[in-house]
């Protein structure tokens, strides 16, 4: 099948690469020249695992093209999927006018029968506005008569593993317009889909609205899931349990499942925070609004300064003269992306209070490196303070803390003997809850982790005593 894919980011690029590598006949199209000559040239412009492969794979069996031009997109489709970013605005609602200039285009340069599918995440009601604006310009143009069907297709890969979750989804969920073209679009995804529904039927179908719907719901709830277990890690650390014996204990039942329980920094990421905005900003819209979600993000928004306050608890609110060395930096593993990453939450407030931050992360160093120095513009004197270390070793030398923001495997068991000499203070703030308490405590080794039960002991040790009191309090008990 001919297909064309508007939009080489994330979503775009991987369903582009994926369906060249079920063997259709794919242009990937993207406005952005740059990111365009960079992918012919054989580079991929995101980190993503076992995408370069695909992407070079694919473009040297003739599978995979890349270009700026949407005529030729348009004109080579069958099947044009529309995978551009929808930002989010000021007030919280999705910016759709990408979107919208794609389907312009489509209208403008359609000359036969097309489907159209959104692979955008957009709010209810978007592929009614992308059909009546292809619908009028066809109509401008005297072209009515071309069948051109909008359907919704939403997205539900993760960055760090777009490819494995793309290849073999646990579904596939497909808004139809009513009437005949839907009717059409259906058959030929059907078949676009065929190779993920051979063992067992995935497509869940159902009609547009309630497709656009199903992804602001996904994300929700599983944002849900992630506030809902930070805040019983509050509760743990108050009440002397440990959440990770919690959410072992609750994932056992098959009702609720082990999967996006982990207490932790907070969540990050282009998806779950603009994702549950947008929803909320829906809601409010249609007069019905979103308590449970609007607790969640205000949740998340706290928890994202839960290690800054650990830190100013056990070494008091200025921080001059402390070094603090962190691990981790883009929003979760396997990628170096860092929008809304809580590293830059944490690293901003800790420059913020004097302390100098020594920071590595193992691919998203040079993307933090951008993004930090947009954030704290207005205050270039902070990032002097900042500095973005080649290893993990390199970042220990002398600190009072070392905070772990990301769970990247390389941090999963470190030399902690090594670390321990390297540090002027062993003390081991973990946002990701990787190491054992007991085992680091049995090495000399105070830490703290999110709702890791010791907490209490030292917050309250540092009420009364200086931070290196409390460390060696800790150590002992
Ligand atoms: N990133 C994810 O993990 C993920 C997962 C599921 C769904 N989504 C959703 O998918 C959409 C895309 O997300 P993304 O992360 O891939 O975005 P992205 O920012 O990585 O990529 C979007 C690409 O679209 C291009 N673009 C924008 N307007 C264009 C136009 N008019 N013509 C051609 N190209 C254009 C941009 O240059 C950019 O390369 C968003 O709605 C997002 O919410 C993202
Ligand atoms: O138990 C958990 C699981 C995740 N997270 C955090 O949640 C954020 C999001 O993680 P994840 O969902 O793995 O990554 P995304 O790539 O943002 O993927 C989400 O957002 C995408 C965009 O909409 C959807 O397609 C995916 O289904 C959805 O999982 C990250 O900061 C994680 O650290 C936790 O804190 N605890």
Not at 83 to 95: K, L, M, N, R, Y
Not at 439 to 465: C, E, K, P
Request: some cysteine.
């Amino acid at each position: 099948m001919n297909v064309t894919v508007v939009g080489a980011g994330y979503v775009g690029l991987v369903t582009a690469a994926c369906l060249a590598e079920l063997g259709q006949r794919v242009v990937c199209v993207d406005h952005d020249q740059a990111r365009v000559v960079l992918l012919q040239a054989g580079g991929v412009p995101i980190y993503e695992p076992g995408l370069d492969e695909l992407v070079q794979r694919n473009q040297q069996a003739g599978r995979l093209r890349f270009t700026t031009s949407m005529a030729l997109g348009v004109e080579h489709a069958e099947v044009l999927f529309i995978a551009v970013g929808t930002p989010p605005q000021e007030d919280g609602s999705a910016d759709l006018q990408h979107v919208l200039a794609v389907a312009r285009q489509v209208g403008r340069l359609l000359t036969h029968d097309l489907v159209v599918v959104n692979k955008s995440t957009v709010p209810v009601g978007t592929g009614e506005a992308v059909q009546r604006v292809i619908d009028e310009a066809l109509r401008v143009r005297g072209c009515q008569g071309l069948a051109c069907a909008v359907v919704s297709n939403p997205e539900f890969l993760k960055e760090g593993a777009a490819i494995e979750d793309f290849m073999r989804p646990d579904r596939i969920v497909i808004g139809v317009p009513p009437g005949p073209a839907g009717a059409r679009a259906r058959e030929c995804l059907s078949q676009l889909y065929a190779p993920f529904n051979r063992h067992h039927e995935r497509t869940v179908w159902m009609d547009v609205p309630s497709a656009e719907l199903t992804k602001y719901a996904a994300n929700a709830m599983l944002a849900t899931r992630i506030s809902f277990m930070n805040e019983m890690a509050l509760l743990a650390d108050r009440v002397g349990a440990d959440i990770d014996a919690v959410r072992r204990g609750i994932g056992a039942d098959q009702r609720i499942g082990h999967s996006f329980l982990y207490a932790g920094t907070g969540y990050g990421g282009s998806c779950f925070p603009k994702d549950t905005r947008a929803l909320m900003h829906t809601a409010a819209a249609h007069g019905s609004p979103m308590r449970v979600v609007s607790a969640v993000e205000a949740v998340n928004r706290m928890q994202k300064r839960h290690l800054v306050g650990m830190v100013t608890q056990l070494m008091g609110e200025d921080l001059s003269g402390r070094r603090l060395a962190v691990w981790g930096l883009s929003f979760k593993p396997n990628t170096n992306d860092m929008r809304e990453a809580p590293s830059r939450v944490v690293i901003q407030a800790l420059l913020a209070r004097g302390a100098t931050v020594l920071a590595h992360d193992p691919v998203a160093g040079s993307e933090a490196r951008r993004v930090l120095t947009e954030d704290m513009a207005a205050q270039p004197g902070l990032l002097q303070r900042l500095h973005l270390e080649e290893s993990p070793e390199a970042v220990l030398l002398d600190a009072d803390a070392l905070l772990v923001l990301t769970e990247w495997k390389c941090f999963h068991s470190p030399d902690f003997a090594r670390l321990r000499d390297l540090m002027r203070e062993p003390l081991i703030l973990d946002g990701r809850n990787l190491y054992d308490p007991a085992l680091l405590q049995a090495l000399g080794i105070a830490y703290l982790g999110i709702g890791r039960r010791n907490a209490l002991g030292v917050a309250r040790l540092a009420l009364t005593a200086p931070m290196q009191a409390a460390a060696k309090a800790l150590r002992a008990a």
